[in-house]
């Protein structure tokens, strides 16, 4: 066996790990919340006598388990088997009950489409349906990346839409979706999910978005996880002298149109949208296309992963290939101007 | 006034289940007559068991079509609706004079049915293969609060098929629903010709024991066999959830339509609905 160092041997990067491929979103350092969503189905469960929790062999991956060992006797396992996760889920809400239904993104959208169109949405029923691994949110590829299921939804009349930022986001927006009547689709991150929004004055309201703070140069548009990398972003972006305004949009059907219009139609500032959703018939379609109708044409950007299957790796790696990272954010920001 | 509640009981009226099928072909017929066209075959052939449904096992009130003490009947396939709306007349549900609107403009009898526009119509139906599975979600609910009510979820051969409803079958089992009752109806007829060529389903008796279901197969046509089987399967006392396979013959009741190879989807000139209701009228003489 030889001692002798390797004179020539390449620098190696550390290798980030598969941990790195299914690792919540949070940063290292970043303060989060375990599992908010199955702690407020708890507490909304103290009030809601009729809520009841589905799933399809993802409790433990949609953060329902915390929800299923409080109220084993309100928890249905429906097995792998999404088209029945959602009928059953639909018959559920026909005899009174209010069922929040999980699994992950892609598989609502692209497996139980029909069920959810057909079952829940034509009816009006009052079925909550709350997916994992929204958008870019996994290193598994593309089997596992919903960055399409804006896309997918955002036609099925009767649908309410919302794509929070984080914790308190998600804790807030769990008794907004039962009180509201209808079918609600939530993407929903699970697990350490960071926490950002306690810093602003902020409290999701159902249809609204919220300025979170104001800025003269760029006024950015986001909704999910996106918001947080915009927060991130604009705190970069005073250091180099650019003003950055950040309009959270945590429901993205029906669109604020009111805010959207009015913040955008403020002469002088860039917009651009940001979304952890393919460029392609997400948020950043639906402002635009809202901007055109109302004849608000400001200068417009996307940032928004791209019309393409996306590779499979660490997340950190993907974010920032794809754009997503705070520091892509500030990148793309900084050549527009 | 005690409202009228029908089934699970002595029946209140005397006219016979083979009277309440002839009337349900017949008023089927006379809607078909209103388009000139239509499932008119599977309707003929499924009116034995939906008069058996309606006037012998299902209980409801006629005037309230929501009652909460109802057994819930889901028709997964929605092209049959014509079969259904006719059923709702007979059984007092749907005026009968509505049916000359049968799908027309802002009626409330469309082509397929949707439970947003018919009184007595418990789900959407229509994109095939979401019936028995929604039947399971009612199923699970009516358990939560201990109700005794039963769903019974009609499908079809054709239904088969779909995965979904195999995911409804081996779910049902699961959660022992026993108050799940899945009526088949096998016609062995599908959009591109004979069930069994397009997609082979048999054994069905053998795969539905299989899923662990209380399994019969009947003659759907024999109006006893088909009362005898959902007596059968009311009174069961196992934990498991039940279906009634039940073979029917599509177009039944009309010989000269029974006769047509191809009749998913018939199209019946002007002059041959007065033959069909003539030929309905002389196969009930005959009987």
Known sequence: MSTATPAAAPVKKPRLTTSAMIASIAGEGQRTKAAPFGTALVELAK?????????????????????????????????????????????????????FATTYAVFASRRAYDFICMAIAEEKLNVKIACALPGLTTGYGPSHQATDDLAIFRAMPNLTIIDPCDALDIEQAVPAMAAHDGPVYMRLLRGNVPLVLDEYDYTFELGKAKMLRDGTDVLIISSGFMTMRALEAAKELDGDRVSAAVLHCPTIKPLDAETILREAAKPGRLVVVAENHSAIGGLGEAVAGLLLRNGVTPAFRQIALPDAFLDAGALPTLHDRYGISTAAVVRQIKGWL | METDVKGAGPLLSNTSLAERAYRIRRTALRMGAVQ???????????????????????????????????????????????ALYAALIEAGIVPEDELETYGCDDSRLPMSGMAAYTPGMEITGGSLGQGLAVGVGMALGLKRKKSSSLVYTLFSDGELDEGATWEAALSAAHHTLDNLIGIIDVNNMQADGPSMGVLSSEPLVAKWEAFGW?????????????????????????????????????????????????NHFLRVEADEWAKALDALDAGRQHA
Request: net charge negative; charged share 25%; proline share 5%.
């Open chain 2, 36 to 82: 000139g066209q239509g499932y008119i075959a599977q309707a003929l052939g499924i009116a034995d068991v939906l008069a058996v449904s309606y006037f012998h096992a299902l209980r409801y009130r006629p005037d309230d079509p929501h009652w909460e003490g109802r057994d819930r009947f889901l028709l997964s396939i929605g092209h049959y609706a014509i």
């Open chain 1, 47 to 99: 009030t809601r006598p009729d809520l009841v929790g589905l799933t399809a062999d993802l409790a433990k991956y949609t953060d329902l388990h915390v929800f299923a060992q409080a109220h084993p006797d309100r928890f249905y396992q429906m097995g792998m088997a999404e088209q029945l996760l959602m009928a059953a889920a639909a018959g559920l809400a026909r005899e009174g009950f209010l069922p």
């Open chain 2, 214 to 262: 209380f399994t019969q197969r009947v003659d759907g046509n024999d109006i006893d066999a088909v009362t005898a089987a959902i007596d059968a399967a009311r009174a069961h006392g196992g934990s498991r959830p039940r279906v009634i396979i039940c073979d029917t013959k599509m177009a039944k009741g009309v010989p000269f339509l029974e006769a047509r190879e191809r």
